[in-house]
């Protein structure tokens, strides 16, 4: 039997602390807690959880700034946990580096369903059979799950790597954003957009901006 997947859950108020606490764990998932962000980066550092889910108002050392230092180091999944689905939150959270976010009060289903999307994206499947694709002088090793443009390698987060590869086996080819929710973000209902160009936006900074080209009114394609 597998072990359970290790989640850290950073949150100031114990209620919701607690709630989540055993709401995640009736589901199976180990979960750890921080208080705080700073305490929170000193448990990821010690612990090396499977997944992080972080709430954006944190004393201290806040959701956004901790999840850009744990990007610093590491491509590890995280889900952000914004009170008021606030689009600044929103928004300063994906840029961070965020995989994904849900809205307070959390419902539970829905929580448990975001986790277990981010983690499937987290398991690397590639679409097809393992091999090289290859756009130019970016490739993408689908076995290996390496990534490398000019001959350097990039690292990507398990969403960023799920969209590359969705663009790299569709090269040429104009992909819309409700494709996309659908096939790297795994949402079965109509998903926030913008989850999609701001993880776009991510992506072409580390493989560079002109290899995904923006297709107004339609949605984005990798330029073959």
């Known amino acids: 039997m597998s072990a359970p997947v290790s989640v850290l859950l950073v949150e100031d108020d114990e209620v919701i602390r607690r709630a989540l606490t055993l709401a995640l764990s009736r589901y199976g998932y180990a979960v750890t807690t921080a208080a705080d962000g700073l305490t929170g980066l000193e448990v990821f ?27 610093e ?103 819309d954003r409700p494709t996309l929710l659908r096939k790297v973000w795994d949402y079965g209902w109509d998903g926030d957009s913008r989850v999609v160009d701001l993880t776009v936006q991510r992506l072409r900074r580390k493989i560079g901006a002109g290899r995904i080209e923006t297709v107004r009114g339609f949605g984005y394609k990798m330029r073959p």
């Open 73 to 175: 180091t590491s491509t590890v999944p995280i889900l952000m946990m914004s009170a008021r689905g606030d689009s600044l939150d929103v928004v300063s959270g994906l840029e961070a580096g965020a995989d994904d976010y849900v809205t307070k009060p959390v419902d539970t289903a829905v929580l448990v369903a975001r986790i277990r999307s981010v983690l499937r994206r987290a398991g690397y499947e590639a679409p097809g059979p393992a091999g090289v694709l290859t756009v130019g002088d970016l490739t993408v090793d689908t076995g290996a799950l390496e990534v490398t443009v000019a001959g350097e390698p990039v690292a990507l987060s398990a969403t960023e790597l799920r969209l590359l590869l969705e663009f790299a086996a569709n090269a040429g080819l104009v992909l």
């Open 45 to 71: 550092r010690r612990e090396s959880p499977g997944l992080v889910l972080l709430d954006v108002m944190l004393p201290g050392l806040d959701g956004i700034g901790l999840c850009r230092r744990l990007r």
